[in-house]
Structures are given as C-alpha cells and as structure tokens.
C-alpha cells in the first residue's frame, strides 16, 4: 500500500511558483527591475529572501540586476533574476559575460508581445529565438519553458540544477499566461531536496581557473574572495583565465564551453510523451499552448480519432533523440506555438525531414483547442 | 430655460486648448500627469509654437501622451526619451524639442542619458515627473521613493543599508555646465501650477538661445500607486517629499 501525503493546496500564480521553486533550490540572491508580466517574481522574491535575511535587491535598470546576480554567483550564491522581452534585450551583454566566464545563473523571462515595448499584458511565445540566440558566436543556452505554476517550480528548480552543473546561464522561459494566472497547487507533490550545487575546488596551489582535459568536462569552480586567485575575463582567455587570441588552448576552451552542453543533450532532455498506438499524427507544442495541445488530445480522441502529442520542457538543448522517438509511425506532424512565424518548428526543421509539417500560429491571444483540431486529420 | 441674450453674454474664461486632444485622460482620478500634461499644452498653444514642436514621451504612465499631446509625439523605449530628443533635435535644431519622462524612466534605467544630455547641454526641455515610484508597473521602489517609504517592493519600507538613498537627480544635473535652466515645482494648487507654467514657459523661451538643456522637476503624486486617496496623496507629497526635493529654482540663466 502506498501512502499519500496530506495534499497541501494553495493558490498560485506561475510567478509565485518560479520564487517557490527558486528558493527551495537553494536560491540566495536576486536582482530585479519591474516589468509586466515579471514583476510577480521579483516582488515575491523580495518577500521570501529577505524573510530569511538572503539577498533580494532592486537594480536601477536590468543590465545591472543581471550583472549584480553574475557577482553575487561568482562568490558561488545561487542566484536569479526575472524579466520580460525589453529588459531581456539588455541583459544580453552580461549573459554572455556569464557564458563566457562560466559562471552560473538564472534568468526568469516571462514572455508577453513584441517587439519592443510590444504588449505589456498581452501573452505570448514569440521569444523562442531571441532568447537562444542571443550569443555572438552561436552558443547554446539552455532552456526550460513551464506550462502550469507546477511546473514553473519543478523547472526553475532544474534550472538551477543545471546552471550549477554546466557552470552556465539557464532560462525559465514562461509567459504572461503562465506567470500571471493563479491555479492551485499542491505544494505536498513538490520536492523539498535542494538539487546539486556547483563543485568547487580544493586544491588551489596547482588550479587553473578552468582546468579540464575534455571538451566537455565542466570545470571546479574557484570561487572569488576564496583561498587561489581567480582570473575572470569576459574576453577570449586560455584555461588559466588570461586573456588571449587564438592560440591552440584558447579555441579549446571556447570548443569546450559550447561542447560541456550539447555533449549532455540526451541526460538535458525534459519532455512529456503521450502515444497513442496506431497514431498518424503527433502534435508538439510547449508552455502555455501545451496545454491547449493536451484539451485538444482529449477532444479528438473522444470523437475516435488518434493522435499523438509531445509536450516540450527543455527547449534547449533540442531534446532530438525525444523527438525522434515520438515520431515513430507518424507521417503528419503539428507544432503549435503563440508566434506568427513558427520560430520553434524552424528550429525543429531539420529533424522532420521527410514528414508533413503544419505549424498552428498566432498573434495576439492565445491558440483555442479548435485551432489545433482543426489540423488534426 | 435660458434665454439667448444671457447665453451671448456669457464670455468663455476657460477652454481646452486646441495642443490638446478632446480625449478623455486614463491617468487615475487625483494623478499629477494631467495636471502637467495640460500646462504643457497651453504653453505651446500661447506661444504658438504647435507646429514647431516636437515631444518624446517615455514608458510608464505616461506611454499614452500621444494621445492627448496634439503636436509630433514619439515614445522611446524605457529610458531613452532624452536620447531620442537628442537625435531629433540635432537634425531639426529650429523646432522646440522636449522630454517627459518618470523618475523611474529618468531616473534609473535613463540615468546615463539623463547625465549626458545635460551634459552636452542639449538644447531642449526635458520634463521630470517626480511620484517617488514606479507607478506603471504596479507601485514598485523608485530611485526617488524616499527612506521609510512602503512599496510593493521594500514591504519594510525603504532602508538607506538595503537600498540606498533617493536619487536627487535634479541636485545632480543642476552641477552639469551643460544645464542652462534648472527647476523643481509641483501641480498640487492653483498657484503651483501657475508657477509651473511660468517654468515651462521661461524654457521654451530659452531654446532658440541655443545655451544649453532646460530641466523641470515637477513633485508630484500617484495615488493609486501609494495606495492613497488623491489628497491624501498631496498631503503625503507636500509632508514627505517637499522637505527632501524643495521646490524652487535651482539654477537660473545668469542676466547679461
Ligand atoms: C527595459 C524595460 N524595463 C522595464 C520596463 C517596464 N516598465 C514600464 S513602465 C516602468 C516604470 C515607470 O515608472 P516611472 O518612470 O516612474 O513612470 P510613472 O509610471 O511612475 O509615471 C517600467 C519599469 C520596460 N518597459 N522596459
Ligand atoms: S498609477 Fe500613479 S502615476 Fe500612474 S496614472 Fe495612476 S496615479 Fe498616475
Ligand atoms: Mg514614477
């Protein structure tokens, strides 16, 4: 016999749940700077960090609360901060700074319309590139994107998870439908452990700031104001964190920082997979519409009809080996997204060689069941 | 029923000038914005310089200015009206270029356009609407929420360890060679808002001398953000806010 826990209910916003998870992972610091649909996370964060006598401070713009959080993680602080489309375009100077000297960190960005000032209190997905994209040089961020207040702390909590292990930045990719949406839920089914926390080096004599001997090996962190020196540089810099050009070690570690990530794409993989047997059609969608994907599922199978879906945790890395399994026996594939273009299924393309691909875009409100039955044939 | 000779006899004292639009405000009942916003729009309209003039509004309340403003409006992104200013009056230097912007738009995330423009002594007008908070975006601390202040985000009140003290940016701006003309009002009473008029007036006068940027700080209140009636608001700003940011001139254009 298996016993349940008391359901411990409460009503929450994904904001809420994105501070909840953050928290119970072990956040300690947070930087924020006020932005619908985003603002719930900072002010949440506020009330929960400083109620433990953590850190949660307010930044004069969103360069400086994300590179506040870089500091703080350098000393080796979990840390986060939260934002949306215009604060996200300013942040992205110091993510690459984060990127490049491997230093850990998460970025909350709840989506609402672009570009620009866009649409204040208007969902959307149409963020999916902006946010992967955002390095020169093309390197891959990795992204979780939440569809309920649950899963906005379950992912926030592997978020941390993986900035910690991959010694990168992480994004909680939500929306403004997510964030701002109270539904309930049970805190009992939560975890309570704190996910891993970055290894940080004991033998400072003979360390290197980056020392690995495979690409893909994530190094020991030597945390600043600690026992070695660090040498941090957002620059092109060799393992022992000088700057240089392209000299042999140098394009290593720039190999390396790019490598310690997709080489785990398969272990990164978050995804939900209902099959049906006999299914031609496989819907995919993620966030928000996921959901709308899942009434849907329900719908038409009602009416007899078979279909498959795949909901999408972790954008980034692609979880390919997951797709690729979830098209067995399908011919047709729908891919469901708030964005007028279809920004994830261009990204998803070369995977679906072969198969029939419609995209269900939007702009503007959220994607009805019917939009998506509709494609279901 | 009235009759036709007192109708013609009645003299029309008071009107909405043609700089603003017959469009209904959506700032909240007691806000300072409409206050301003109407000063503003009879300055232009007096001086009749309509035609000539060119606005730039920020992010935050304020976004809809356009609305109401009847001359050539852009909104900038959050914290860069001054910068836009900046690039539409080097292009158009005869027209009458202003700013307007929230302590939070000016005050935060446009600090360093705020700076610099003062500092190149651009010559336009830029207007600071002072509600110590970030009204937009839900009543969060601004630079300028001053110590002991309850936002949605300093629920212990503002604390000077944890968040420093409130931005006086005029204070700063007015030490700029740059600045040409610094002031700090309000719109809380008639007679404020006369003085304000006088300000905004002086300023646009000032322009085409080509001396320098002309700064207006106007303290003002944000009732639904500081969660307050709107004269509770007042009586809050004029307790709170007018000991920390005096109204008064801060630098006047020295005669010759
Ligand atoms: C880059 C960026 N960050 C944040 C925002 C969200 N935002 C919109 S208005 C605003 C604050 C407005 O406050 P203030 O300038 O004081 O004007 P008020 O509404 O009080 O008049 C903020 C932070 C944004 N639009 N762009
Ligand atoms: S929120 Fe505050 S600043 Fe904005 S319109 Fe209302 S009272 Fe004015
Ligand atoms: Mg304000």
């Known amino acids: ?197 970055r290894k940080h080096k004991s033998d400072f004599a003979s360390s290197k700031m980056y020392d690995f001997a495979e690409r893909v090996e994530v190094p020991e962190y030597l945390s600043v104001g600690g026992m070695g020196k660090v040498t941090a540089t957002g620059s092109a ?135 998506i039955e509709e494609q279901i044939v | 029923m009235e009759s036709a000779a007192t109708t013609n006899h009645m003299e029309i004292v008071y009107e909405r000038p043609v700089t603003l639009t017959d469009t209904p405000m959506h700032y909240c009942p007691g806000c300072g914005h409409g206050v301003v916003h109407r000063v503003l729009m009879e300055v232009i309209n007096e001086m009749g310089i309509q035609d000539r003039t060119v606005g730039v509004a920020p992010v935050g309340c304020s976004v809809f200015a356009y609305n109401y403003m009847n001359v050539d409006m852009q909104e900038a992104a959050h914290g860069r009206a001054s910068a836009v200013a900046t690039g539409i009056k080097r292009v158009l230097p005869e027209k009458y270029v202003y700013s307007y912007q929230g302590d939070g738009d000016l005050a935060a995330i446009g600090t360093g356009e705020t700076i610099h423009t003062v500092n190149r002594g651009e010559n336009i007008l830029m207007i600071f609407i002072n509600n110590a908070i970030y009204g937009m975006t839900g009543g969060q601390m601004a630079p300028t929420s001053i110590l002991g202040q309850v936002t949605s985000t300093t629920p212990y009140g503002r604390k000077s360890d944890l968040n420093g003290f409130p931005l006086k940016i005029t204070d700063l701006v007015t030490q700029l060679p740059g600045a040409y003309y610094v002031t700090r009002q309000s719109v809380h009473t008639a007679a404020a808002v006369r003085k304000l008029k006088k300000a905004i007036e002086a300023s646009f006068k000032y322009q085409p001398l080509k001396k320098g940027t002309c700064f207006i700080e106007v303290v003002s209140n944000c009732p639904s953000g500081w969660k307050m009636t709107p004269i509770e608001a007042n009586a809050w700003m004029e307790k709170n806010m007018f000991p920390l940011y005096p109204i008064g001139d801060l630098k006047v254009p020295k005669q010759n």
């Open chain 1, 237 to 371: 810099h060799n393992k022992s964190g000088e700057l240089k050009k392209n000299d042999t070690e140098t394009l290593e570690v720039l190999h390396h920082l790019e490598e310690k990530i997709r080489s785990r794409r398969s272990e990164l993989a978050v995804t939900t997979f209902d099959g049906q047997a006999g299914a031609e059609t496989l819907v995919v969608s993620f966030g928000i519409t996921a959901r709308t994907m899942r009434e849907t599922v329900r719908n038409v199978r009602r009416l007899g009809k078979k279909v498959s879906a795949l909901s999408i945790q972790s954008l980034f890395p692609v979880p390919d080996e997951k797709i690729k399994e979830a098209m067995v026996g399908i011919s047709r594939i729908v891919i469901a997204e708030e964005n007028f273009s279809g920004q994830y299924r261009s990204v998803l393309a070369p995977l679906l060689y072969g198969k029939e691909v419609v995209g269900v875009n939007k702009i503007g409100s959220m994607i009805t069941p019917a939009e």
């Open chain 1, 1 to 197: 016999m298996t016993t349940l826990s008391e359901p411990k209910l409460r009503f929450c916003t994904g904001n809420q749940m994105i501070a909840e998870g953050a928290v119970r992972a072990g956040c300690r610091f947070f930087a924020g700077y006020p932005i619908t649909p985003a603002s719930g996370i900072y002010k949440s964060m506020i009330d929960l960090l400083q109620r433990r006598g953590d850190v949660a401070i307010s930044a004069p713009d969103e360069i400086s609360a994300l590179a506040y959080c870089v500091g703080a993680s350098m000393r080796g602080f979990k840390s986060m901060t939260a934002t949306s489309g215009p604060g996200w375009a300013l942040m992205i100077e110091t993510i690459q700074y984060a990127l490049m000297t491997e230093t850990p960190v998460v970025i909350a960005f709840v989506q609402r319309l672009g570009p620009s000032t866009g649409g204040a209190t208007q969902g959307a997905q149409g963020d999916i590139l902006l946010s992967e994209f955002c390095t020169s040089g093309g390197y891959t961020i990795p992204i979780l994107c939440p569809s309920t207040p649950a899963e906005c702390f379950d992912l926030t909590h592997k978020a941390f998870a993986w900035a910690e292990m991959l010694r990168t930045p992480v994004i909680v990719l939500s929306d403004k439908e997510v964030g701002m949406t109270s539904e309930c839920v049970d805190f009992a089914r939560l975890s309570n452990q704190a996910p891993p926390t």
